[in-house]
């Protein structure tokens, strides 16, 4: 790891006066990237969110100097975009409600379930980045290095910096329309950053990631017995947002039942919790994107007509890759610069046969595909070039580029590369072990997550292959249903067309 990157440890504070659950939090999230902060009562809480800056707090509701909720109320008058979770004891989990009212982010009982501890922690973290991590427009061509920059100089990126900077102050309903792994996330983050709202929560849902069974449950909340399994009340995200940003991400994928009750929230502002009589009100500004043609939809009837010229309140369009041609090396660049901070290496450069090589190809998955791509590539990578050879099969091995020669200054720093080198492992034959070994030995902060996205990858890639792309069949090989399929390749960056050829 880099010595920038060993400053910005992840900070999670634990506050709770039993010493079992606070080694519990150390147990779990050892080697994790998250330091793991402490405090027993509700003033040394206070103290400890003053002057060390969590990044999320876990919140036990029973404290023995103070009520937790108190402890929570002078959190959010400290920092309003710290993300809370609340742990409680109590089966009746009136505390906690009252808490989730106040805007925590959830809650868990005791004790404490692993992997749901695992889950709510990781969603805190990534609330808390989507608030307070600034997108950085940069139109450049030397942009500064940040997780969150929306890079690009070309004429639609243009439009797209514009259009944000047009919308953001505006209280309205934004359309991000664009292809899979376009950055549609971002735009919403910049638009919410530069509003009115930036102060009050953001909060993101993925439409497609989650069942539709639950999707109701987790916009609009449940009363306790509403359903099979609703063993006590859950508040939902359009309220735990109340005078917030909400981002709906794939909202083409929302079912119709669905639709008619987003639509109530857009235009009457009111809504109701699943299996529940009281009428809610609702203050909170929707961004959406989506990948589809709603229009088409809307003609199919899959597609409310209404809600969709409510959620268009104003469009804003990310173009695909394969249409910013221009932008094309900077984005190599800067990705190689990022990769390099990650995995702690020194490439100075990428080969003019790598650059060419990554320019031709179409890139269904555009930049997050890019993105993943150069990754792979500089962690497969040695010397200071990053010569073609370092490329995924899925990039270098298309038989329909027509490529230039190399550069033979190129070529001689490539043949020193491989004469030092002892062995480079094909990322097709590599086997789990060594894949945990090679992320182990890159140090990575998030060792648990790249094995895992790297395993679904090579998973599904070769379920789709071997199902000639039909995701429906490789669902139903897999065990998953087709929603899932579906989401899992758009976010890993698979192209479909690609490995059907």
């Known amino acids: 790891m880099s010595e920038s990157s060993s400053e910005l440890t992840i900070k999670l504070l634990v506050i709770d006066d039993e010493p079992a659950i606070v080694a519990l939090f150390r147990h779990v999230f ?14 040394t ?71 749901s501890l695992n889950k709510v922690v990781r969603q805190a973290l990534d609330v808390r980045r989507m608030m307070v991590e600034t997108v ?31 919308v953001a102050a505006q209280n309205i309903s934004v359309l991000i329309r664009g292809e899979s792994g376009t950055g549609k996330e971002l735009v919403a983050r910049a ?4 509003g009115s709202r930036s102060e009050k929560p ?16 987790e916009l609009f909340g449940h009363e306790k017995g509403s359903f099979t399994g609703a063993d006590r ?73 209404d809600l969709f010229y409510r959620l268009n309140g104003y469009s804003i369009k990310l173009p695909p890759l394969r249409d910013r041609v221009d932008d094309i090396e900077l984005l190599i660049d800067y990705f190689r610069k990022t990769a390099n901070e990650e995995l702690g290496k020194e490439l100075k450069a990428v080969a003019p046969d790598a650059i060419a090589k990554l320019k031709q190809y179409d890139w269904p998955g555009n930049i997050r595909q890019l993105q993943n791509v150069i990754h792979q590539a500089v962690l497969q990578s040695y010397g200071t070039v990053l010569v073609a050879d370092f490329l995924p099969t899925l990039v270098s091995g298309d038989p329909n580029l027509a490529l230039p020669e190399p550069d033979p200054s190129i070529a001689q720093v490539k043949e020193q590369n ?20 090679r992320h182990r030995i890159a140090n990575s902060p998030t060792l648990y997550d790249d094995v895992i996205e790297e395993v679904e990858r090579k998973l599904l890639a070769e379920m789709l292959d071997q199902c000639g792309g039909n995701q429906t069949e490789a669902a139903k090989r897999l ?23």
């Open 136 to 166: 950085e427009i940069d139109a450049t061509d030397q942009p500064t290095i940040s997780s969150s920059a929306m890079i690009g100089c070309c004429e639609g990126m243009q439009q797209v910096y514009k259009a944000i900077g047009r």
């Open 418 to 437: 491989q004469a030092n080198a002892e062995s480079v492992l094909e990322p097709s034959a590599e086997s789990v072990e060594h894949l945990i070994a």
């Open 191 to 194: 638009i919410f950053q530069n």
């Open 30 to 43: 050892v080697n994790s990237g998250i330091e793991i902060l402490s405090a027993d009562s509700g003033s």
């Open 233 to 305: 009340q859950r508040i939902g995200k359009i309220e735990q947002c109340s005078g917030g940003t909400l981002f709906l991400d794939e909202i083409g994928d929302m079912d119709a039942t669905l639709q008619s009750k987003l639509l109530r929230v857009l235009q009457e502002k009111q809504f109701q919790r699943v299996g529940g009589n009281e009428v809610l009100t609702a203050d909170v500004r929707i961004l959406a994107a989506t990948h589809r043609n709603i229009e088409q939809l809307c003609k199919e009837g899959k597609f409310r007509e």
């Open 202 to 217: 953001f909060l993101a849902i993925n439409c497609a990631a989650i069942p539709e069974a639950l999707l109701e449950s």
């Open 479 to 501: 065990g998953i249903t087709r929603t899932t399929v579906r989401s899992k390749v758009n976010k890993l960056g698979i192209g479909i067309r690609r490995i059907v050829e």
């Open 45 to 115: 809480a206070i103290e400890a969110i003053k002057t060390k800056q969590p990044d999320a707090v876990m919140l036990d509701v029973l404290l023995p100097d103070q009520d937790g909720l108190d402890v929570f109320r002078k959190i959010k008058t400290i920092d309003t975009q710290l993300p809370v979770v609340v742990m409680t004891s109590s089966r009746d989990s009136h505390t906690a409600i009252q808490a989730m009212q106040l805007g925590a982010l959830d809650y868990l009982l005791k004790p404490l379930d692993v992997r």
